[in-house]
């Protein structure tokens, strides 16, 4: 599974609009429900409203009816493995299945540094209604 959410993720880096950084990236999501959701960076020219891959595959999960990832891929262009910004690590801790849930990050020759969601995210916020009793 590792593999093919790393496969999936560089699949979606190819859609990725990333104009003004020319740093395209791609990322990949296990639903709960097993299928595998996909997203890509979309920059604009008012810079700030530019949404990561990560954020972009967790929407897509969530706003096709999954509301929990049990693994995330991410690939970056460039030679560093591509760890997810501070902004995608919480909407990630907010729709994740667990702290254990494993983050793979595509490194230089195709090395895949495996994190989990509790050593990414060592001190979250997280809302006091509890997401199993959300259901509307
Ligand atoms: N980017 C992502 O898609 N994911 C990250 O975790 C970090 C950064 C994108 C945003 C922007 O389009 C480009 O990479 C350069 O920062």
Request: hydrophobic share 35%.
């Given at each position: 599974?590792?593999?093919?959410?790393?496969?999936?993720?560089?699949?979606?880096?190819?859609?990725?609009y990333?104009?003004?950084?020319?740093?395209?990236?791609g990322?990949?999501?296990?639903?709960?429900d097993?299928?595998?959701?996909?997203?890509?960076?979309?920059?604009?020219?008012?810079?700030?409203?530019?949404v990561?891959?990560?954020?972009?595959?967790?929407?897509?999960?969530?706003?096709?009816?999954?509301?929990?990832?049990?693994?995330?891929?991410?690939?970056?262009?460039?030679?560093?493995?591509?760890?997810?910004?501070?902004?995608?690590?919480?909407?990630?801790?907010?729709?994740?299945?667990?702290?254990?849930?494993?983050?793979?990050?595509?490194?230089?020759?195709?090395?895949?540094?495996?994190?989990?969601m509790?050593?990414?995210?060592?001190?979250?916020?997280?809302?006091?209604?509890?997401?199993?009793?959300?259901?509307?």
């Amino acid at each position: 599974m590792k593999r093919e959410l790393i496969n999936r993720a560089i699949e979606a880096r190819e859609k990725a609009y990333a104009p003004y950084s020319h740093f395209k990236v791609g990322a990949a999501v296990l639903g709960e429900d097993g299928n595998i959701y996909t997203g890509c960076n979309i920059e604009n020219a008012s810079y700030g409203m530019t949404v990561c891959a990560e954020r972009v595959a967790i929407f897509n999960m969530v706003s096709s009816g999954c509301r929990k990832f049990k693994a995330l891929a991410v690939v970056g262009g460039g030679k560093e493995d591509s760890a997810p910004c501070l902004a995608c690590r919480q909407v990630m801790t907010e729709f994740c299945e667990s702290f254990d849930t494993p983050v793979y990050c595509n490194g230089p020759e195709d090395v895949i540094f495996e994190h989990t969601m509790r050593e990414i995210c060592p001190y979250p916020f997280v809302s006091f209604i509890p997401n199993e009793d959300y259901n509307d």
